[in-house]
């Protein structure tokens, strides 16, 4: 009987569910190091840290089922490797395409659907057939039904209501942290001592060329460590998940959140397995329906939601750019330099991305999104941005994120208004105007926030493409009775403090 085939893993398919199922667990693993992968763009050095480990650790706790093999390209590692190859659909349109091209010169034999989703793309494009919108709390509210999550015997919500968001949105506590156990945190090995090494050579080559501080390690990159991650949040923190988690506090990085889209997104954690396990912590009565629900929403509803978009709306979508937004990322941003920033909220969200490579979900949103779409930032760039600086971010997570949600560049397929905010906002979600040289209550002088300034600048500059959003009315209302309005334009127009 013949050997079957080997199984080529990428990166961010490092998870049991990939490769040890009865259908693969008596398969060879292939994993290959692309330097091109690596070397084309500026990723921040703790994700490529992140990626490299994780590789490094499924190889070692596979043994002699596991080949590493480096190559310059994908291309070249399977030619050296000799042998076809399964392998899953992977993450992005560029690897999609190339699998695709392999698979018809024989190379790859056959393309699995990715287990690292719940739904597959075939019953996501039953689900999108003769839609004219796609609204992320419809697909929910079907993902709840068709895998039978948070529901009473009747079929009927848990507790009468589909979504409790409402209830998760407290500013914060009056306090400069949150009065919860602190997160999981990795110890470090010696296999991440050798990544270091190595990450430090290929610099010093010029091989890579990173952004961001390296280490220490702060997320999972095994399954045992996934999974210790993941019972740790549930046991210890999914209680106190919900009320504050779109709250922001200077000293408090972590707050509640779950930090569980690092292991998610390399594919370490069964999203489902994650779901359930959620789900009998409420059923249990050891966490609130509330902050469940919240949790569930963002795994089985956003996460999902943002993949299959990435798909359905094709690779031309990032390029997407209705607002006509031009203007290229300073080199503040693209450098992650935090210290030449003023604004509190700015520069604690941007230093998050210079030391961790990560900020929580308003921070992107609310703060890095909401500067960058009121200052015209090309969404396209930023797009790239986010993908590269953030551990989590890969090519299928951003565009909807970014494009649609963020940065309101496809005209409203995502989100059906822009998520532009002024310093109130800010100054009612945390805790950093009170020290900020700059006043959310002021929008000309030198003490103006550029938030808030920003928020009048960016409705002027787009009003008569927005005029024609019912949601966008009363904003557009208030613009005309400003009777400032050409000095805070005039003065956004020349900022460069920020």
């Given amino acids: 009987m013949n050997a079957p085939h080997a199984l080529w893993l990428f990166s961010d398919q490092l998870g049991p569910h990939f490769h040890s199922t009865p259908e693969h667990r008596d ?9 091109a992968a690596f070397g084309r763009r500026r990723f921040h050095r703790q994700k490529l840290h992140l990626i490299e480990t994780g590789m490094r650790r499924l190889a070692a706790d596979l043994g002699g089922r596991a080949r590493i093999v480096d190559a310059p390209t994908y291309t070249e590692g399977l030619r050296r490797f000799g042998k076809p190859v399964v392998v899953h659909e992977p993450g992005s349109h560029a690897a999609d395409a190339l699998v695709r091209r392999l698979h018809d010169e024989g190379v790859v034999a056959e393309v699995m659907p990715t287990p690292g989703f719940v739904l597959s793309r075939q019953e996501f494009a039953s689900w999108a057939a003769g839609r004219h919108r796609f609204l992320m709390e ?9 895998f039978g999550v948070l529901l009473d015997l009747d079929g009927h919500p848990a ?5 409790y968001d409402h209830e998760n949105r407290r500013p914060p506590p009056g306090r400069s942290t949150l009065p919860v156990p602190p997160p999981w945190l990795p110890r470090e090995d010696v296999i991440d001592e050798r990544v270091r090494a190595d990450l430090d050579q290929a610099e010093r080559d010029g091989a890579i060329h990173p952004v961001g501080v390296d280490g ?5 990159v095994s399954r045992s460590e996934a999974t210790s991650a993941l019972r740790r949040f549930l046991d210890l923190r999914l209680p106190t998940f919900g009320p504050h988690q779109d709250a922001m506090l200077h000293a408090d990085w972590a707050m509640s959140h779950a930090l569980l889209s690092v292991p998610l997104n390399l594919g370490l954690l069964d999203p489902l397995d994650v779901v359930r396990k959620a ?14 629900e919240g949790f569930v929403r963002q795994i089985l509803g956003w996460r999902e939601w943002v993949w299959h978009l990435y798909w359905h709306l094709g690779p031309d979508y990032p390029r997407r750019n209705e607002l006509q937004a031009r203007t290229k990322l300073p080199r ?10 003023e604004a509190a909220c700015l520069r604690t969200a941007m230093a998050g991305v210079r030391d961790r490579g990560y900020a929580h979900h308003i921070e992107r949103l609310m ?3 909401n500067h960058a779409l009121q200052r015209g930032y090309d969404p396209a760039e930023l797009t790239g941005w986010f993908a590269t600086a953030f551990v989590d971010g890969f090519p299928w997570v951003m565009p909807a994120n970014v494009i649609g949600m963020s940065q309101y560049a496809d005209g409203g397929v995502v989100a059906t208004k822009p998520y532009a905010a002024g ?11 009170g020290g900020c040289v700059f006043d959310p209550k002021k929008r000309v002088g030198e003490t103006a926030c550029p938030f808030t300034a920003g928020y009048w600048a960016f409705l002027d500059r787009n009003a008569e493409r927005l005029r024609g959003n019912p949601r966008m009315r009363q904003p557009l209302n208030g613009l005309g009775r400003l009777s400032d309005l050409t000095d805070v334009v005039a003065q956004e127009r020349e900022r460069r403090r920020f």
């Fill in 27 to 35: 398969r060879e693993v292939l994993l290959i190091r692309s330097a």
């Fill in 138 to 146: 419809d697909f929910y509210r079907d993902q709840r039904r068709r």
């Fill in 159 to 163: 507790g009468g209501k589909w979504n």
């Fill in 216 to 220: 220490p390690r702060q997320f999972a």
């Fill in 279 to 292: 789900e009998e912590r409420y059923r249990d009565g050891t966490a609130p329906l509330a902050g469940v």
């Fill in 332 to 341: 503040w941003w693209r450098e992650l330099d935090a210290d030449q920033v």
């Fill in 367 to 369: 703060v890095l999104g």
């Fill in 423 to 433: 310093g109130a906002y800010i100054n009612r979600m945390s805790d950093h105007c």
